[in-house]
Nanobody
Framework: QVQPVESGGGLVQPGGSLMLSCTPT????????GAWYRQAPGNQREWVAS???????NYAGSVQGRFDISKNDARNTLYLQMNSLQSEDTAVYYC??????????????WGQGTQVTVSS
């Protein structure tokens, strides 16, 4: 069973930076697409950014220009570089990795989440 695992969360001051990573465990399969979501207390989970198998990226308006999603196919790892962090970015961040299945649609798997807290 594939299980994505996030790392890199923590406490950072406003204006600071963090890089999140996400790697699948439980299988040697390689993901073909990835995305980051976040959920702040009392809010629904929201999409942050996504990247396709070809490397095309998309971002939510609230993070456009501040966050950068990328992937390293050789390391089978998804990243989220977060710059100019604001208190509004405080949330649990979840990665979602998509794996191809022969003759079937890509199947997405969720990570367990990593806490990001932006506070002085």
């Amino acid at each position: 069973q594939v299980q994505p695992v996030e790392s890199g969360g923590g406490l950072v001051q406003p204006g600071g930076s963090l890089m999140l990573s996400c790697t699948p465990t439980g299988s040697n399969r390689r993901f073909v697409r990835g995305a980051w979501y976040r959920q702040a207390p009392g809010n629904q989970r929201e999409w942050v950014a996504s990247i396709t198998s070809g490397g095309a990226t998309n971002y939510a308006g609230s993070v456009q220009g501040r966050f950068d999603i990328s992937k390293n196919d050789a390391r089978n790892t998804l990243y989220l570089q977060m710059n100019s962090l604001q208190s509004e970015d405080t949330a649990v961040y979840y990665c979602q990795l998509g794996f191809s299945q022969l003759g079937r649609p890509v199947r997405d798997y969720w990570g367990q989440g990593t806490q990001v807290t932006v506070s002085s």
